[in-house]
């Protein structure tokens, strides 16, 4: 009787550890912070412009950024972050960016006046 008393709870407890469902799904990853200094190629209608991207500042100050390229000096703005995606606007060239953030590696897509192609790039290591 013992024998059997035991075997029903052992079965018990393990029919309920397996109903409880399956494990929870994992934690997001951290909020993105894109700031610092990352050096991007750009690749449109087969020419590539090389340069380093700079952005600053924070969540909730706002982000602002430049780059410097082959083609000269720009202004970044309209730095929005969503999840791992970062876009910003480059208006002296009139083109839109959007990257996807992987550790300090981005890999994205640039479009506008001077046609699409693709931009990616690598932060640079202690900024």
Do not use: H
């Amino acid at each position: 009787m013992i024998k059997r008393r035991t075997t029903a709870v052992a079965l018990a407890l393990l029919l309920s550890a397996c109903a409880s469902g399956p494990p929870p799904e994992p934690p997001p990853p951290p909020p993105l912070d894109p700031t610092g200094v990352f050096d991007f190629t750009a690749e449109v209608d087969g020419m590539a412009v090389n340069g380093v991207l700079t952005i600053r500042g924070s969540a909730e100050e706002g982000y602002r950024g430049s780059l410097d390229s082959d083609m000269g000096p720009a202004s970044v703005s309209r730095i929005a972050i969503d999840g791992q995606t970062m876009t910003f606007y480059i208006p002296d060239a009139d083109v839109g960016v959007e990257v996807v953030f992987a550790g300090t590696e981005f890999n994205g897509s640039i479009s506008g006046a001077m046609g699409a192609g693709n931009f990616y790039g690598t932060k640079r290591e202690g900024s």
